[in-house]
Protein backbone atom coordinates (compact mmCIF):
# COMPACT_ATOMS: atom_id res chain seq x y z
CA UNK A 1 0.00 0.00 0.00
CA UNK A 2 -0.53 2.70 -1.26
CA UNK A 3 -1.22 1.15 -5.01
CA UNK A 4 -1.04 2.89 -7.79
CA UNK A 5 -3.85 5.19 -9.18
CA UNK A 6 -4.62 7.57 -12.75
CA UNK A 7 -1.57 10.08 -13.12
CA UNK A 8 -4.63 12.31 -12.54
CA UNK A 9 -5.35 11.34 -8.80
CA UNK A 10 -3.02 11.03 -6.00
CA UNK A 11 -3.18 7.83 -3.58
CA UNK A 12 -4.72 8.98 0.25
CA UNK A 13 -4.97 5.49 2.09
CA UNK A 14 -8.11 4.99 4.51
CA UNK A 15 -8.61 3.19 7.27
CA UNK A 16 -12.11 2.35 9.54
CA UNK A 17 -12.66 -0.36 11.80
CA UNK A 18 -15.60 -1.52 13.49
CA UNK A 19 -15.72 -3.63 17.67
CA UNK A 20 -18.96 -5.47 18.07
CA UNK A 21 -19.16 -8.42 21.26
CA UNK A 22 -21.02 -11.07 19.72
CA UNK A 23 -24.69 -11.91 20.93
CA UNK A 24 -27.66 -13.90 19.76
CA UNK A 25 -29.06 -10.94 18.86
CA UNK A 26 -26.52 -8.46 17.75
CA UNK A 27 -25.50 -7.87 14.41
CA UNK A 28 -23.38 -10.08 12.08
CA UNK A 29 -20.27 -10.22 10.74
CA UNK A 30 -21.92 -9.64 7.13
CA UNK A 31 -23.65 -6.67 8.65
CA UNK A 32 -20.79 -5.62 10.57
CA UNK A 33 -18.49 -5.99 7.46
CA UNK A 34 -21.38 -3.94 5.69
CA UNK A 35 -20.95 -1.01 8.20
CA UNK A 36 -16.94 -0.72 7.92
CA UNK A 37 -16.99 -0.76 4.23
CA UNK A 38 -19.80 2.22 4.28
CA UNK A 39 -17.34 4.16 6.83
CA UNK A 40 -14.39 3.57 4.56
CA UNK A 41 -16.21 5.18 1.92
CA UNK A 42 -17.00 7.93 4.13
CA UNK A 43 -13.74 8.56 5.40
CA UNK A 44 -12.25 8.63 1.53
CA UNK A 45 -15.12 11.27 0.68
CA UNK A 46 -13.73 13.52 3.70
CA UNK A 47 -10.99 13.49 2.48
CA UNK A 48 -12.00 14.17 -1.22
CA UNK A 49 -11.38 11.32 -3.25
CA UNK A 50 -13.93 9.71 -6.25
CA UNK A 51 -12.96 6.03 -5.43
CA UNK A 52 -11.60 3.33 -2.99
CA UNK A 53 -9.67 0.83 -4.80
CA UNK A 54 -7.69 -2.29 -3.48
CA UNK A 55 -9.16 -3.20 -0.53
CA UNK A 56 -8.17 -5.27 2.59
CA UNK A 57 -10.06 -6.13 5.24
CA UNK A 58 -9.49 -8.35 8.57
CA UNK A 59 -11.70 -9.89 11.16
CA UNK A 60 -11.18 -11.42 14.48
CA UNK A 61 -12.91 -13.10 16.96
CA UNK A 62 -11.23 -12.79 20.68
CA UNK A 63 -13.56 -13.80 23.92
CA UNK A 64 -16.97 -13.03 22.46
CA UNK A 65 -15.85 -9.85 20.42
CA UNK A 66 -15.54 -9.02 16.73
CA UNK A 67 -12.38 -6.56 15.65
CA UNK A 68 -13.13 -5.82 11.90
CA UNK A 69 -10.88 -3.67 9.70
CA UNK A 70 -10.14 -2.41 6.45
CA UNK A 71 -7.97 -0.35 5.06
CA UNK A 72 -7.69 0.97 1.44
CA UNK A 73 -6.51 3.44 -1.28
CA UNK A 74 -8.39 6.61 -2.29
CA UNK A 75 -8.05 8.32 -5.29
CA UNK A 76 -8.07 12.11 -4.69
CA UNK A 77 -8.49 13.74 -7.42
CA UNK A 78 -5.27 15.80 -8.66
CA UNK A 79 -6.25 19.77 -9.67
CA UNK A 80 -2.99 21.08 -11.20
CA UNK A 81 -0.88 18.26 -12.21
CA UNK A 82 2.26 21.03 -11.52
CA UNK A 83 1.62 21.05 -7.95
CA UNK A 84 0.72 18.79 -4.86
CA UNK A 85 -2.79 18.39 -3.73
CA UNK A 86 -3.17 20.36 -0.20
CA UNK A 87 -2.49 18.04 2.49
CA UNK A 88 -0.68 15.62 0.21
CA UNK A 89 3.34 14.84 1.06
CA UNK A 90 5.32 16.33 -1.40
Keep these: MPYDV???HEPVIVHA??????????PTPGAVLN???????QQA????CDGVWSIQHTMTVDAGVLYLSAIGTGSRPVTN????SPGSRA
Design 6 to 8: EST
Design 45 to 48: SRRG
Design 17 to 26: TAVEPLRQDG
Design 35 to 41: EVLQELG
Design 81 to 84: LDEA
